[in-house]
């Protein structure tokens, strides 16, 4: 076996806020999404650095969490049950456009009931199944590998399940880390004074593909959406399987508010789908309707691109505001939000400003724009009111760049 073929790697992808398109993106509509500059790092370290010979280590310092495994003890019964599934055992340092197109259930049943002999705790369950899943496939799909001994960390500025992409960013962070460990995807070039490497998009691709499959064991039926925005920065229009990255508009800044209310973006999804089940024709409608206000928004951002009258700027602000109004409401009718939201909407309107949720709702994160004529005094006055609700806020920027490896 070489295991000289694993080298130790950081990398580092963004949270995200989705504009317009939540839900309905999941039924093939049109969503916008952009990246923040809040971000999820996740370090590789094998075993000739980290010293832990004979020891698989997973640490995540937000969830509290840590478990190690001896490879000589522990991961037999995982080992015993790939060799027998031939269907797992798949070429990647041969094909590189090849990833994996669906889950394997029997793989993820196997390590779910072997993680359960370490943690009954489903928010610790996940990651680790996540982690497990694409290590033992990555390291065992080819003979030139096998287990070894690591440490793998992870650390995020994302707050968790608040609807900005913390586990999209998770998965695609500890994608590319795997994936550049062991070269499937390409290494930086040996150039000094960079901070960070840029892969291509080929790479990019492959780390997509691979980011959306598991954001699949953790939320069922993903749109895309997420992974995408935090694998490929910027501004994204995905609908299904095609995106566009758009232009950042200049100084187009944001109120992100969380509510600290937790939710469930699985049960959240399959509340709407359940809605849609009842009430085919007047669910589609709402997310026809959904589906509008994104391409009117699409319009109104190119034409804000397009224009430096302060007149015209703010006509289009004051539409774009509306937009926002109008899609928080077909939002609760889908039945996705939360008397919170409704509360940050509400002191929002008070001082001339508009708020909509962003992500699954049931709580989670709102967003409000800020236009060029906001005042800093009613961003400071409206940011005290939320905390005195008891909300989190934070003023930020949108178009961060996308998923990198650190040098």
Not at 55 to 61: C, G, H, I, P, Q
């Amino acid at each position: 076996m070489m295991m000289s073929l694993a080298r130790p790697v950081r990398t580092s992808a963004p949270g995200k806020v989705i504009l317009h398109g939540e839900h309905s993106v999941v039924y093939g509509k049109i969503a916008f999404s952009a990246s923040l500059n809040l971000r999820t790092s996740v370090s590789f370290h094998p075993e000739c650095v980290s010293k832990k010979p004979g020891l698989l280590v997973f640490k995540y310092t937000d969830k509290n969490l840590k478990s190690d495994w001896s490879l000589s003890l522990s991961t037999q019964k995982l080992l015993s049950l790939l060799q027998r599934e031939k269907d797992l055992k798949f070429s990647m340092l041969e094909d590189k456009q090849k990833a994996p197109h669906f889950v394997n259930k029997d793989l993820v049943h196997f390590i779910t009931n072997f993680l359960e002999e370490y943690t009954s705790d489903n928010t610790k369950l996940k990651p680790l199944l996540v982690f497990l899943y694409v290590y033992l496939l990555l390291f065992l799909s080819h003979d030139r590998l096998s287990l070894i001994g690591s440490v793998v960390s992870v650390s995020s500025e994302i707050p968790l399940g608040a609807g900005l992409g913390s586990s999209a960013a998770y998965c695609v962070a500890l994608s590319s880390c795997l994936l550049s460990s062991i070269s499937i995807i390409s290494c930086p070039p040996a150039t000094g004074g960079q901070r960070f490497y840029r892969w291509p998009q080929t790479d990019l691709n492959i780390i997509n593909k691979w980011a959306f499959l598991l954001e699949a064991l953790i939320h069922g039926v993903p749109s895309g959406i997420d992974n995408t925005v935090s694998c490929f920065g910027g501004c994204i229009k995905y609908c299904r399987d095609s995106s566009i990255t758009l232009n950042i508009l200049e100084r187009c800044r944001i109120l992100l508010v969380n509510t600290l209310v937790s939710k469930d973006t699985k049960v959240l999804v399959e509340k709407v789908r359940q809605r849609k089940e009842e009430f085919p024709d007047l669910i589609q409608s709402i997310m026809a309707s959904i589906n509008e206000i994104c391409v009117q928004f699409e319009k109104l951002w190119f034409a804000l691109s397009q224009t430096s009258e302060r007149a015209k700027r703010d006509s289009l602000y004051s539409k774009l505001e509306t937009l926002i109004d109008v899609n928080q409401n077909l939002l609760n009718a889908l039945g996705v939000g939360h008397p919170c939201l409704d509360k940050v909407c509400h002191l929002s309107l008070k001082y001339g400003l508009h708020a909509k949720l962003t992500g699954s709702g049931g709580g989670g994160c709102a967003w409000i724009l800020l236009t060029e004529g906001t005042p800093q005094k009613v961003v400071d006055n409206l940011t005290r009111d939320l905390q005195n609700e008891g909300f989190v806020s934070w003023e930020t920027s949108i178009g961060e760049l996308g998923v990198y490896q650190e040098l």
